[in-house]
């Protein structure tokens, strides 16, 4: 079984401050973790992923999430936000399900983000 | 290069009646994924289709099912609607790459029942 807990459920920063938003996953073997964005009305994007390979793993609009097994964790980031960045953020875990599959992916409850001038 | 694209953007349904949802993944993508995303929540897998058939399937009663047609696109089907079922309703087309695989999202079809 594979589960995602995401530590708060709205985030607010001020323009130009870090933003961390946390992800924590179980899953009983190597996971696949995501990081997707959506905006209102809207589907999901895909921000990055980490399968395998270098822990810190860089996205899209400046973002990166550094995988820590240790931890159990999957946090993304960002130096310093922009109001373009005020949306909901879910992380997502799955696994290598193996041959031709696809696992499915099990979200996290989001976090939303506001960002103030 | 077209991403995955869903069929209508937004539904109204009265409770009772039977709604059909449509994904075109995107090209060179075999496999589709259907998700349910209650107001305030996350996603919840539905079930996943490949080579027109369904390969995984998540907590959902058997009102919900699905096809997949042999051009990869696919169908989701619910029955009897409940008004607990209005959401918004995501496809997901699955890929490869070099260091594993990860997947597309369309921007969903906004369901309301009443």
């Known amino acids: 079984a594979q589960s995602v807990t995401q530590l708060g459920s709205h985030v607010s920063v001020s323009e130009g401050a870090l933003v961390l938003l946390r992800c924590n996953y179980s899953s009983s073997v190597p996971p696949y973790l995501f990081w997707y964005v959506q905006y209102p009305n809207q589907g999901l994007q895909l921000l990055l992923k980490y399968t395998t390979g270098a822990t810190l793993v860089k996205g899209i609009n400046g973002f990166e999430a550094e995988f820590k097994k240790s931890e159990t964790s999957f946090h993304l980031t960002k130096p310093s936000a922009h109001m373009s960045d005020a949306a909901e953020y879910f992380c997502?875990?799955?696994?290598?399900?193996?041959?031709?599959?696809?696992?499915?992916?099990?979200f996290g409850q989001g976090t939303i983000l506001t960002v103030h001038p | 290069d077209a991403g995955v694209t869903q069929s209508p953007t937004h539904l109204i349904k009265t409770r009772g009646q039977q709604v059909t949802l449509r994904c075109s993944p995107k090209s060179g993508h075999d496999t589709v994924s259907w998700y349910q995303q209650a107001l305030g929540q996350g996603p919840q897998f539905i079930f996943q289709y490949y080579e027109e058939e369904e390969r995984q399937r998540g907590n959902f009663p058997d009102r919900f099912s699905g096809h997949q047609f042999p051009n990869y696109s696919s169908e989701l089907n619910v029955n009897a609607l409940l008004l607990g079922d209005s959401a918004l309703y995501l496809c997901a087309s699955s890929y490869r790459d070099r260091e594993g695989y990860g997947y597309t999202f369309g921007s969903g079809t906004r369901l309301t029942v009443v």
């Open positions: 997502a875990v799955t696994t290598n399900a193996g041959g031709t599959s696809y696992g499915k992916l099990t």
